[in-house]
C-alpha cells in the first residue's frame, strides 16, 4: 500500500483528521490519537491490539508486523505499510475509531450504513 492509499483510508473514517502527537505528523479523531506513520521504518502504529492478538500477528506475518521495545508495553502493534493489506487496515482502524470517536458520531455511522 502506498502512503496516498493509507492516508486515504484513515482519512475516510468520520471525524479523522491530520495533526501531531509527540511532536511527529499523526492523525487524530475527537483530539485522541488514531494512528501515525513512522518515518523510521514506514510503519504505521496501530493501537486497541491486544498483547496475544499482537503476538499471533508478528507470528503469522512477520514480515508486515512487528514491535520496537518503546511499544513492547503498549497494546499495539507496528504493521510494515508496504505489506498491510488495505482491508487489514481498515479493520485496524475501525476498532480504535469506534473507541475514541464521539458515540453520537459512531451511532450516527452506524445508522448510515445499516440504510446503505
Known amino acids: 500500500m502506498t502512503e496516498a492509499e493509507m492516508e486515504a483510508i484513515v482519512l475516510a473514517f468520520p471525524g479523522a483528521e491530520k495533526g501531531q502527537s509527540y511532536g511527529q505528523p499523526a492523525f487524530k ?11 523510521e521504518d514506514s510503519s504505521l502504529v496501530l493501537m486497541d491490539v491486544s498483547f496475544d492478538e499482537r503476538e499471533m500477528l508478528m507470528e503469522a506475518e512477520p514480515a ?3 514491535l ?3 511499544y513492547r508495553d503498549y497494546p499495539c502493534v507496528l ?6 493489506h488495505p482491508g487489514s487496515l481498515r479493520n485496524f482502524l475501525a476498532r480504535r475509531w469506534r473507541r ?6 459512531v451511532r450516527a455511522y452506524d445508522h448510515a450504513e445499516a440504510g446503505a
Open 68 to 70: 520496537t521495545p518503546h
Open 29 to 39: 479523531v475527537n483530539g485522541k490519537f488514531f494512528t501515525r506513520l513512522r518515518a
Open 100 to 105: 475514541i470517536a464521539p458515540k453520537k458520531l
Open 79 to 84: 504493521a510494515r505499510l508496504e505489506s498491510l
Open 64 to 66: 508486515t508486523f512487528h
